[in-house]
């Protein structure tokens, strides 16, 4: 089965944001309760994990050059807005 590749990407986001959300977890609980530790170990190794795989799977992909542009692309330089006064005069001849 192949996964998505939109999850794959935000594969880092989640890491980062499930990290923060047992972090706060574990805050909220207090230092009283006896799961607390374990929230904030999971919390801290889960937000140290999701930007250590963005880091790594930018470094692991190939740069990309830009890509051409397309032969219909019409740059702003190439566009007439205004006709230059020669062609204004022919156009007044005719």
């Not at 047992?22 to 374990?38: A, E, K, Q, R, V």
């Not at 397309?70 to 005719?94: H, K, L, N």
Request: charged share 20%; aromatic share 12%.
């Amino acid at each position: 089965m192949q996964l998505n590749s939109e999850l794959l990407e935000r594969a880092p986001l989640v890491w980062l944001l499930l990290g923060l959300l047992m972090i706060s977890g574990g805050l909220y609980l207090g230092f009283d309760h006896g799961l607390t530790i374990f929230y904030m170990l999971v919390g801290v190794f889960c937000s140290l994990y999701g930007p250590l795989l963005f880091f790594f799977k930018r470094r692991e992909q190939p740069n990309r050059s830009p890509r051409p542009l397309s032969r219909e692309f019409i740059s702003a330089g190439a566009t007439v807005i205004m006709p230059t006064p020669d062609q204004y005069d022919e156009d007044r001849q005719q």
